[in-house]
């Protein structure tokens, strides 16, 4: 390989300058001699240091990316193990892509031109239904009121159950077990008389299940004749 001297600002990245010397040789892509490469790659950091420039860090680092898959490929490697040199070469590719589409679109496009004029497009008969301003307008509406269903739900929407009471099925327990160790016996019915809020009702209800299933209490009888008894422990007592 013939050494090469380049502008170092005409290369605005380390790609950009490997890029530049694999075209320069007619290297394969794809099968990247990385020793002659990395030799011219050095020789141009080597002149940049000598113009008193500044080697950005990309440089450096690609620089040791190079030495690394050298000394990777001169290591016995098995079958199975990919290619060093394949993330090297799909980096190499992609870049070579960007590059190719930026210049297509600066070829294109720039800042001193007047932006052409729009084209003119055949019109589409296919829907050949006709609207009054007030339908098109009652349609935008509807979709904006689709469109506000799909928002999150207010805070305000929310205060009910935020700001409900919060019973505890324990606290019912005991208020079930002071009823029936006044009176030994009570209506199932009774058991809710004073309870107004829907979940102290709930409460109660799970508490009676809850005290039923420990077997300390039992409920006889159906409807509005339903006594809750308390069940007398072992020793005779209730």
């Not at 990385?34 to 990309?58: G, H, K, P």
């Not at 190719?100 to 720039?110: D, K």
């Not at 009702?201 to 809850?210: D, G, H, K, S, Y």
């Not at 209490?217 to 006594?227: D, L």
């Amino acid at each position: 390989m013939e050494k090469l001297q380049y502008r170092v600002e005409a290369f605005e990245g380390p790609l950009d300058l490997l890029l530049a010397l694999i075209s320069k040789n007619k290297i394969n892509i794809y099968d990247i001699p990385i020793a002659e490469l990395l030799e011219q790659y050095l020789e141009q950091i080597a002149l940049m240091r000598e113009a008193n420039l500044d080697v950005a860090s990309e440089f450096l680092e690609m620089a040791a990316r190079l030495v690394h898959i050298k000394s990777v490929s001169l290591l016995p490697r098995q079958e199975e193990e990919e290619d060093p040199r394949l993330e090297l070469t799909g980096l190499l590719l992609e870049y070579q892509q960007c590059k190719q589409a930026a210049g297509a679109l600066g070829s294109r496009l720039s800042f001193d031109r007047v932006v052409r004029p729009p084209e003119a497009f055949p019109a589409d008969q296919l829907y050949r239904r006709e609207h009054k301003p007030k339908e098109l307008l009652s349609a935008l509406l509807s979709a904006w009121g689709k469109g506000k269903s799909l928002l999150p739900p207010k805070p305000e929407n929310f205060s009910e159950l935020v700001t409900k009471k919060i019973v505890s099925v324990a606290s019912q327990v005991v208020y079930v077990l002071r009823r029936l160790w006044q009176r030994k016996k009570v209506s199932y019915r009774g058991l809710f008389s004073s309870k107004a809020d829907r979940s102290e009702r709930v409460a109660v209800f799970l508490a009676v299940l809850e005290l039923i299933k420990s077997r300390r209490i039992r409920v006889e009888g159906e409807g509005e004749a339903a006594q809750v008894i308390l069940v007398k422990d072992r020793g005779g007592q209730g």
